[in-house]
């Protein structure tokens, strides 16, 4: 009984703290919270709390703050999380319905995860390594210029701008459009990296100048398309915490703009029971990051692909672990349909 009534005060620290960014005390506790002890006993507790080294005292302040340890066995212990508000879960479902490709729909969907934690969030942009060409479309613009656009089975809309010498009628460009789809259409995109034939092509095709430049930017599409990188939003966030980072805010700032870095922690991140993987601090083992805490789970089918947020440690973990859930599970289904 007296240590789940230690975790009931320090949950009820945590809450506190994170609130008001004020270290806790005993008088405060029993203000706030209805903890059905005296001062003397909580006053205990806090003693055994910090002996556990779940809690400290900054500085001289006779009130306590929670330490990373402690922040760790509030995650821990967190049971259900509470579900997003009826309002949260109609603004994630119109935003991400009302995009209309994937590179606008990871946009939309970091820019809601950071408005609903005020947090940086993160997204992966899925593995493409198994999706395939799905169409291609050529259309003139004059005769100059030629529109490239590439559909992959992904949702993924890649675009470019091929300049040409002369003007191409619309029967040529459907012709050469049929001759792409015939020859590449359903390949997984990882297949068109490398050197692409024009086999099957008349001989005044193969030496057009159009044909070589649609060859080429369908290979740099593929190409692209096999990187991987991560999309952010909500970095002015971090600027109005800037105090719960001791001693800079800059390191976290330039871990933040290398993106092999943060790949590669989404890829060491370890997921609890419930789908979820929470680094608090010096867990990551990213020395730029030991003031920070992770928050992520993974999207699509891909267990590659992940989402999350990044913020200090002193940060409302049961809000942000759901909100992360819950449009981690609205990006899933509207990517399987």
């Known amino acids: 009984m007296s240590e789940l009534r230690r975790l009931d ?8 703290y994170v609130q008001s960014r004020e270290p806790v005390g005993s008088k405060a506790l029993l203000d706030r919270h209805n903890l ?48 997003l508000s009826r309002a949260e879960r109609d603004a ?15 946009n939309s969907t970091v820019r809601l995860l950071a408005r609903l934690t005020n ?33 992959a089975s992904n949702g993924t809309v890649d675009q470019r701008m091929l300049s040409v010498t002369r003007l191409y009628a619309d029967e040529e460009l459907n012709g050469l459009k049929q001759w792409l789809l015939n020859s590449f259409g359903g390949r997984q995109l990882a297949e068109l990296v490398g050197p692409l034939s024009g ?15 649609v060859l080429k930017g369908l290979e740099e599409m593929a190409q692209a398309a096999n990187v991987q990188r991560i999309v952010m939003a909500g970095t002015a966030n971090l ?39 929470v680094a608090i601090g010096t867990e990551h083992h990213y020395g730029q990051l030991s003031d ?39 990006l899933s289904k509207i990517l399987a349909n």
Do not use: C, W
């Open 119 to 151: 947090q940086v969030a993160m997204i992966q942009v899925p593995h493409y390594d198994t999706a395939s060409l799905k169409n291609l479309d050529l259309v003139g613009l004059g005769s100059s210029q030629v529109l490239m656009v590439m559909i």
């Open 239 to 277: 600027a109005r915490v800037e105090g719960d980072f001791p001693l800079s805010i800059t390191p976290v700032l330039e871990a933040l703009e290398e993106q092999v870095v943060l790949l590669k922690l989404f890829s060491e991140l370890e997921a609890d029971a419930h789908g979820m993987s």
């Open 292 to 330: 920070a805490a992770v928050i992520a789970t993974t999207y699509s089918n891909d267990q590659r692909s992940k989402l999350g947020v990044l913020g200090p440690t002193r940060m409302n973990y049961p809000t942000s672990m759901a909100s992360v859930r819950a449009v981690a599970r609205y």
């Open 199 to 213: 086999e099957g092509l008349i001989p005044e095709q193969r030496d057009d100048a159009l044909v070589a430049g």
């Open 92 to 106: 994630i479902n119109k935003i991400l319905d009302s995009s209309q490709d994937l590179d606008e729909m990871l």
């Open 9 to 16: 005060v320090l949950r009820a620290i945590v809450e506190d």
């Open 36 to 83: 059905g002890v005296s001062a003397a006993t909580i006053r205990n507790d806090m003693a055994l709390l910090e002996e556990e080294g779940l809690i400290a005292a900054p500085h001289t302040s006779s009130g306590r703050v929670p330490t990373e340890k402690g922040y760790r066995r509030f995650v821990d212990e967190i049971g259900e999380l509470k579900p």
